[in-house]
Each structure stands twice: as structure tokens, then as C-alpha cells.
């Protein structure tokens, strides 16, 4: 059975209410009071605060902009309500499609990504994901969390959806296999160097069997000796 602590409200947070009241049951079934928000969110900072007060965790979908519920996707959300230290999980259907920019640049702070054909066969997922939440935000990283520092190198740069992509190897992880990753998970400052064959350093979970499930996090320029001019393929 999963221990979930002292957890015993469960935030609802979805676009459409059909889903909302399809996980308010399961969580209802699992012993949990499901809470189902509604309104209009147009800061992440508010919704946070408003689960902070009526709930003391969060299974949010990633896409909320239909009908205007937010002006933030779920995955920024969970990210703020990790912060919080409130234990979240994100759910969503079109993991293949936002895995690698949308919900790539919140990743470091999202423990757990479940797609709804997932719930829908297996329903304790969801416990099971917040429990993992729960673990990560008390200390203990599991194994595919955990991040080592890592060379990348940026082998081509593109545009998807509007916004500017990179595509890296990482060496510590498949080095032959390139990830797309949005560009302003690099520091601001680093970004107009950020060209092709340049390297970075940063700490990457390299222990995900998934690219999608790798995150980058405290990104710095490499060492000299890694400068793209002594760099081929």
C-alpha cells in the first residue's frame, strides 16, 4: 500500500471537467477527499497559494489553456507547487508531443509525468507517483532522478512551436542519441553562445531510460579544452 503521509485532500486540477471528475472518483476510491478547482487561473503563484489552502497535494494536466482555466501550463504549475514542497504529479496526453520543450524546461521540479492511458489501466499510479513526490521532496531521489555532471554538446539548433530548440548529446547518458531541449533552460547569459559544436556542462539524470525523461539543470559553459573550435565528428 502507498504511504502518503499526512496527505488527505487530493487537488484536482484539469481544463475539462469530464476528466476532473474521472480522477476526483479514482482518488475518492483510493480513502483521499478529491478537490476539483475551478475558475480562472492567470498566475501560477495564485493557483499554488489556492491549493496551499484547500488541499495538501495535486494531480494537474499539463494543457489548461482550453477555455481559458489558465494562462500556464500544468507543467509550470506542478513545478511551483514542488517548490511549495506540495507533492504534485502531471498528467497528460500528449507526453510524445510537449516531452521535450514544454514540459522539458520544468522537468528538474516534475518527479512524475503520467499519461492518461496509464492512469485509465492502472489507477494507483497516480498514489504511487505522489508518493514518489513526496519521497523526492523529503530527500531521497530515486535512481532515474538522481544527476551527475555530464558534457553536452549541441549538435544543431531549430525552432519548434515558435520556440528555440537545441539538439544535444550527452555524454554520460547515449551519446550517440541527440535530445531536444528548449533553449532557455541554458542561463540567459550563456544562450548567445549556445551555436553548434559548442559545449556545456550540467547536471543531467542520466540514469532515465527515456530521453524524455531527462532534465537539465545548473548548466555552465565547458572548460576550455572542450572549446567547439577543437571539436569534430
Not at 499554488?48 to 489552502?53: L, S, Y
Not at 489553456?65 to 497528460?92: D, K, M, N, W
Request: charged residues 25%.
Amino acid at each position: 500500500m502507498t504511504d502518503l503521509g499526512t496527505i488527505q485532500t487530493i487537488a484536482i486540477i484539469d481544463d475539462d471537467k469530464y476528466q476532473a471528475e474521472t480522477i476526483g472518483d479514482l482518488v475518492l476510491d483510493a480513502g483521499y477527499r478529491p478537490r476539483i478547482l475551478e475558475g480562472v487561473f492567470r498566475d501560477v503563484f495564485a493557483l499554488v497559494e489556492r491549493i496551499r489552502r484547500e488541499a495538501d497535494a495535486a494531480v494537474c494536466d499539463h494543457r489548461l489553456a482550453h477555455g481559458g482555466f489558465a494562462s500556464f501550463p500544468g507543467a509550470e504549475a506542478v513545478a511551483g507547487l514542488y517548490r511549495q514542497r506540495i507533492p504534485s504529479v502531471l498528467l497528460t496526453q500528449y507526453f510524445e508531443m510537449d516531452a521535450d520543450v514544454a514540459i522539458r524546461k520544468w522537468r528538474p521540479w516534475i518527479p512524475v509525468v503520467l499519461g492518461r492511458n496509464e492512469v485509465a489501466e492502472e489507477p494507483e499510479l497516480i498514489l504511487q507517483g505522489l508518493s514518489v513526490c513526496q519521497q523526492e521532496l523529503n530527500g531521497f531521489r530515486s535512481p532515474e532522478r538522481r544527476t551527475q555532471r555530464s558534457l553536452i554538446r549541441i549538435a544543431d539548433t531549430d525552432n519548434e512551436g515558435g520556440e528555440a530548440v537545441l539538439d544535444v548529446f550527452v555524454s554520460t547518458w547515449e551519446p550517440l542519441t541527440a535530445v531536444r531541449i528548449p533553449l532557455d533552460v541554458i542561463p540567459e547569459e550563456l544562450r548567445g553562445s549556445a551555436t553548434v559544436g559548442t559545449y556545456f556542462v550540467a547536471m543531467v539524470n542520466t540514469d532515465a531510460e527515456r530521453s524524455a525523461d531527462l532534465y537539465f539543470d545548473d548548466i555552465k559553459a565547458a572548460p576550455a579544452a572542450y572549446d567547439p573550435g577543437d571539436s569534430h565528428d
